[in-house]
């Protein structure tokens, strides 16, 4: 049950964002599109056994300093990238790295190349779930240790504790 009303508040907050508008007959109509939304699609989306959310408090918790440090990639990439495209930085070494998922369940990979590439200069180009492996662009990849080390602590970090 606190699946739903979470997926619920979630679909009702981004309704009214959408619309622009928190008025009470918004709220109301949104809330009544995502739960007849949800109700009919269920198993779809819940799954046929939906275990409850372990720590929801704490994740709740965390995910703020886990948004606050994809805001803050974000406005560093977006940085690097202007500076790469006004020359005021040369275009030296992209490329392609090899970052391991490690222990990540598929909702934390899924998270975090969402998170990754939110942030100009990177982008997820292959999931190599077989080797473990994601394979990202980089505007800068001069130095694949020191990226797979920033990923990894960002990971443990910021992310771990919300999306494991």
Request: charged share 15%; with cysteine; proline share 7%.
């Amino acid at each position: 049950m606190s699946r739903f009303l979470l997926a619920l508040a979630l679909l009702v907050l981004v309704y009214a964002l959408v619309l622009a508008s928190f008025h009470p007959w918004d709220l109301a109509t949104g809330t009544a599109v995502a739960g007849t939304l949800l109700w009919g699609c269920r198993r779809f989306v819940f799954g046929d056994h939906v275990p409850p959310i372990v720590g929801l408090p704490r994740r709740t918790i965390a995910f703020v300093p886990f948004a606050a440090a994809v805001v803050w990639d974000i406005l560093k990439g977006t940085w690097n990238v202007a500076l790469v495209v006004l020359h005021r930085r040369p275009l030296a070494h992209p490329g392609i790295v090899a970052v391991p998922t490690e222990d990540r369940t598929r909702l934390g990979v899924a998270v975090w190349t969402l998170a990754l590439t939110l942030s100009p200069g990177s982008f997820l180009v292959d999931i190599d779930w077989d080797q473990g492996v994601l394979l990202v662009h980089f505007l800068d990849a001069s130095d694949p240790d020191r990226l797979r080390s920033d990923q990894h602590r960002f990971y443990e970090r910021y992310q771990r504790h919300v999306f494991p």
